[in-house]
Nanobody, 124 residues
Framework: QVQLVESGGGLVQAGGSLRLSCAPS????????MAWFRQTPGKEREFVAA????????RYADSVKGRFTISRENAKNSVYLRMNSLKPEDTAVYYC?????????????????WGQGTQVIVSS
């Protein structure tokens, strides 16, 4: 079991940047693929980005490709989401997720653990 704690959300103007962090607990962090999802009121949680156990494979939703970067530091038990060129439509609660399953051609289909979420608000 991995417990996840997100941080780094906040209010930013359109065009600005934020970096979200996720600090999983547990000594088996490096065995988990990690991902970020987001959700707005009344909508389903949507996939944003994922990274493999080693960090050598990443995947992004089309809506964030070229603007967001997911990365991880296994030695620090941390995963990050760097968000550049933010748009008002990026406003959402962002969730960190962990899974022992990762596939290069799919959008993180089997998350096993979730964080509590961190709010990102992008003003126009």
């Amino acid at each position: 079991q991995v417990q996840l704690v997100e941080s780094g959300g906040g209010l930013v103007q359109a065009g600005g940047s934020l970096r979200l962090s996720c600090a999983p607990s547990g000594r088996t962090f490096s065995r988990y693929a990690m991902a970020w999802f987001r959700q707005t009121p009344g909508k389903e949680r949507e996939f944003v980005a994922a990274i493999s156990w080693s960090g050598d494979s990443t995947r992004y939703a089309d809506s964030v490709k070229g603007r967001f970067t997911i990365s991880r530091e296994n030695a620090k038990n941390s995963v990050y989401l760097r968000m550049n060129s933010l748009k008002p439509e990026d406003t959402a609660v962002y969730y960190c997720a962990a899974s022992r399953t990762y596939c290069t051609g799919c959008n993180f289909p089997a998350p096993e653990n979730w964080g509590q979420g961190t709010q990102v608000i992008v003003s126009s």
